[in-house]
């Protein structure tokens, strides 16, 4: 039996978006858009903070708030730069921890064989930071892929095929696990399986291009029993 169950599980591979599956810092995010919000004197909605959710610093600026014009790539930069590092300070100051069910799953897959990789729209630092923060650095050593690695934000599907690649993986025997609609869809049009969990969105938000194939309240209801049967 237990040959049969690893068998079951050869060459897959688990992608884990980073805010609102691993950790939950929204409160952190929202805090830094509005403390740069303040320093920019720029109006700024809770409406479209929840918008942003998921998507790269480079489309947030200009389509979402309309802080700069999407050709002013220097200015974006430096605005997100910014963001960025409030966030990391307040994070510091705060402290995380993994969100319920996280730890446990992670031991599960770690103990089938099962690599696991960070895809997110964060930078490469904000994952660097909360990994070793929360210590789950020990599940994902260096395998993580940041908004550095790919030139098209979800629901594009680059930054999950570039989390597939570093783990040596078919997208194909590949699972995601994420919280915003972007990513759904990001990870379905990479072919991949879903689980989203409703930490950021509700269930019934999940529809069209971003239905995925299982929802969990948290990752406590998640388990290998949840994945095996899309790979065996």
């Not at 319920?100 to 690599?115: C, E, I, K, Q, T």
Request: a negative charge; hydrophobic letters at 40%.
């Amino acid at each position: 039996m237990a040959d049969s169950d690893s068998l079951s599980l050869a060459h897959v591979g688990g992608i884990f978006d980073l805010d609102g599956v691993l950790i939950d810092s929204h409160d952190q995010h929202q805090r830094s858009w509005f403390m740069l919000a303040d320093e920019l004197g720029r109006p700024l909605t809770k409406a479209q903070f929840k918008e942003s959710f998921g998507m790269r610093n480079e489309r947030v600026i200009p389509h979402v708030f309309g802080w700069a014009g999407a050709e002013e790539r220097d200015r974006i930069h430096e605005l997100g730069e910014r963001k960025e590092e409030l966030y990391r300070e307040l994070l510091r100051s705060d402290g995380i921890d993994p969100l319920p069910g996280v730890v446990d799953f992670l031991s599960a897959l770690r103990d089938a064989g099962v690599p696991c990789v960070v895809g997110s729209s964060t930078s490469r630092l904000n994952i660097e930071v909360c990994l070793e923060m929360t210590g789950l650095n020990v599940f994902f050593g260096e395998h993580y892929a940041g908004a550095e690695d790919v030139s098209r934000g979800k629901p594009e599907p680059d930054i999950f095929l570039e989390a597939a690649h570093r783990i040596d993986r078919d997208p194909a025997r590949c699972f995601v696990v994420e919280d915003a609609h972007v990513g759904v869809e990001a990870g379905k049009r990479a072919g991949m399986r879903v689980i989203a969990v409703t930490t950021t969105h509700a269930a019934e938000t999940f529809v069209g291009a971003a239905t995925p194939d299982r929802i969990f309240p948290s990752l406590t209801e998640v388990d290998i029993e949840t994945i095996r049967p899309w790979f065996a």
